[in-house]
């Protein structure tokens, strides 16, 4: 399963983005989806995941009440809603897929897109 993020991109604090996960195969629609984030110099950070039928969900608290991960198994797309973006919120995004992704080890990975919170 190869899968495509975008929709990074430069925002001012406080606005508001939302990025996009799409899958090439309709296996995408039985798997957990999960967003982490990487700046450079410091650990990835695993965000959020959300179950294979949406049904379910967690965040870090880092995240939490701001973002909101949801999919469209229809569209083989999974969608990272960022709000009230902060500073610190910048970093290459990636989204991931299947596998234990639970415990932060997906078994797929797409490539990253970059979000940059600055005034």
């Known amino acids: 399963v190869q899968l495509q993020a975008f929709g990074g991109g430069l925002v001012r604090p406080g606005g508001s983005l939302r990025l996009s996960c799409a899958a090439s195969?309709?296996?995408?629609?039985?798997?957990?989806v999960g967003w982490f984030r990487q700046n450079e110099g410091k650990e990835r950070e695993f965000l959020a995941w959300i179950s294979y039928d949406g049904d379910r969900s967690w965040y870090a608290d880092s995240v939490k009440g701001r973002f909101t991960v949801s999919r469209d198994n229809a569209k083989t797309t999974g969608y990272l809603q960022m709000n009230n973006l902060k500073a610190e919120d910048t970093a290459v995004y990636y989204c991931?897929?299947?596998?234990?992704?639970?415990?932060?080890?997906?078994?797929?990975w797409g490539q990253g897109t970059q979000v940059t919170v600055s005034s």
């Open positions: 195969e309709r296996a995408f629609i039985t798997f957990t």
């Open positions: 991931a897929a299947g596998g234990p992704i639970k415990n932060g080890r997906p078994a797929y």
